[in-house]
Every structure is written in structure tokens, then in C-alpha cells.
């Protein structure tokens, strides 16, 4: 019986024997491909994603969102969102959250109105964020060819979440996705 677990761990160990004729130590050690039935990948992982009132994009924390609106374009990108307290000993069902929004190339002047950024949580509530106290405040429009960056707050449920811009007729454009941890 010995005798035969070793030769079997021979052959194994060899390349002999595995089945589709690969070696043990083939560079095709993966899980396999994607079946063939199911559709090609049509975008690349990190990429900057369109986002219209028709077909909003759903992205990351940190990946852009090229908005077209209806008189323009603008580049927005959503990080966050650092919260106080990591790594304490009682984490609270909730915490304070802080977000940074970047717009930038607008194409023509963009409006930006606060009441137009939106989160939800894993619950289903909505949050209306405001301005950092103390922080400047975003221009009222963003002139083509600038950059704005401004950071907004609310004090949400720990999980997960979607940070939401919809200035157009309140529908939204872009999603980006996050999670709130405070551990």
C-alpha cells in the first residue's frame, strides 16, 4: 500500500497523470476562464465611467464619473468617507462622515447645488449632507476649464452606502459607492 502512494505522489508530483494534459507546475494554474456563452467585458476595472440622467454610472469611493448634463460636461469624483474614532474601543451604530467632491473640465458653466448630493445606506435611509462647518463653501457654478473641490458631511449609520449626485431635474447621474467603518 505504501508503494503505491508514493508512485502516486511521484506522478503527481512529476506532472504525470493530472488530467488536460497540464503540468503541476503549468503557468495555466488559474481557476479557468470565463465560459464562452457569457458576455465580453465591455470596460476596464478603474476607468472613467459616463454618467447621464438616462443612464446613471455606479462606481467605487475614488473612481471618476464623467457627467454629461444637458449643456455640459464635468469630471466629478467622490472619496470617503473619513470618519473620527478608528480603532477605538466602542465603535456607535453611527458616526460622523466626511466626503470630498471634485468636479473639474467642465466643458460649460456647471451649476453645483448642495441639495443635489444625496446618500443612502444599506437601511434605506436618505441623508442630505451639508458643507463641512468651517470649510469653504463651492461656487454657486463651476466656469469651464476650473476645478472645485469641497468637502461635504453627515453623521450615518455604520455599512453600506451610495453617495448620489442628481442635478438634473433631481435625476440622478452618478453613484459611488462606499462603506462606513468605524473599527
Given at each position: 500500500m505504501l508503494a503505491v502512494v508514493v508512485a502516486l505522489a511521484a506522478?503527481?508530483?512529476?506532472?504525470?497523470?493530472?488530467?488536460?494534459?497540464?503540468?503541476?507546475?503549468?503557468?495555466?494554474?488559474?481557476?479557468?476562464?470565463?465560459?464562452?456563452?457569457?458576455?465580453?467585458?465591455?470596460?476596464?476595472?478603474?476607468?472613467?465611467?459616463?454618467?447621464?440622467?438616462?443612464?446613471?454610472?455606479?462606481?467605487?469611493?475614488?473612481?471618476?464619473?464623467?457627467?454629461?448634463?444637458?449643456?455640459?460636461?464635468?469630471?466629478?469624483?467622490?472619496?470617503?468617507?473619513?470618519?473620527?474614532?478608528?480603532?477605538?474601543?466602542?465603535?456607535?451604530?453611527?458616526?460622523?462622515?466626511?466626503?470630498?467632491?471634485?468636479?473639474?473640465?467642465?466643458?460649460?458653466?456647471?451649476?453645483?447645488?448642495?441639495?443635489d448630493f444625496t446618500l443612502i445606506d444599506h437601511l434605506g435611509l436618505v441623508y442630505h449632507p451639508t458643507v463641512v462647518p468651517g470649510s469653504k463653501a463651492p461656487p454657486a457654478t463651476l466656469a469651464p476649464g476650473h476645478s472645485v473641490t469641497f468637502q461635504l458631511r453627515a453623521v450615518m449609520a455604520v455599512g453600506e452606502g451610495l453617495m448620489r449626485w442628481a442635478p438634473v431635474d433631481k435625476k440622478i447621474v452618478a453613484s459611488w459607492d462606499f462603506e462606513v467603518e468605524n473599527d
Amino acid at each position: 500500500m505504501l508503494a503505491v502512494v508514493v508512485a502516486l505522489a511521484a506522478l503527481v508530483l512529476t506532472g504525470c497523470g493530472i488530467p488536460g494534459g497540464h503540468t503541476a507546475s503549468s503557468a495555466d494554474d488559474t481557476y479557468g476562464g470565463l465560459p464562452t456563452f457569457l458576455p465580453r467585458q465591455s470596460f476596464a476595472p478603474d476607468s472613467v465611467l459616463t454618467g447621464t440622467a438616462a443612464r446613471p454610472a455606479l462606481t467605487t469611493e475614488g473612481d471618476g464619473v464623467q457627467v454629461m448634463l444637458p449643456d455640459a460636461s464635468v469630471l466629478a469624483t467622490v472619496t470617503g468617507p473619513e470618519v473620527p474614532g478608528e480603532g477605538l474601543p466602542y465603535q456607535a451604530d453611527a458616526t460622523t462622515c466626511t466626503w470630498t467632491v471634485t468636479l473639474t473640465g467642465a466643458s460649460a458653466p456647471v451649476p453645483i447645488v448642495i441639495a443635489d448630493f444625496t446618500l443612502i445606506d444599506h437601511l434605506g435611509l436618505v441623508y442630505h449632507p451639508t458643507v463641512v462647518p468651517g470649510s469653504k463653501a463651492p461656487p454657486a457654478t463651476l466656469a469651464p476649464g476650473h476645478s472645485v473641490t469641497f468637502q461635504l458631511r453627515a453623521v450615518m449609520a455604520v455599512g453600506e452606502g451610495l453617495m448620489r449626485w442628481a442635478p438634473v431635474d433631481k435625476k440622478i447621474v452618478a453613484s459611488w459607492d462606499f462603506e462606513v467603518e468605524n473599527d
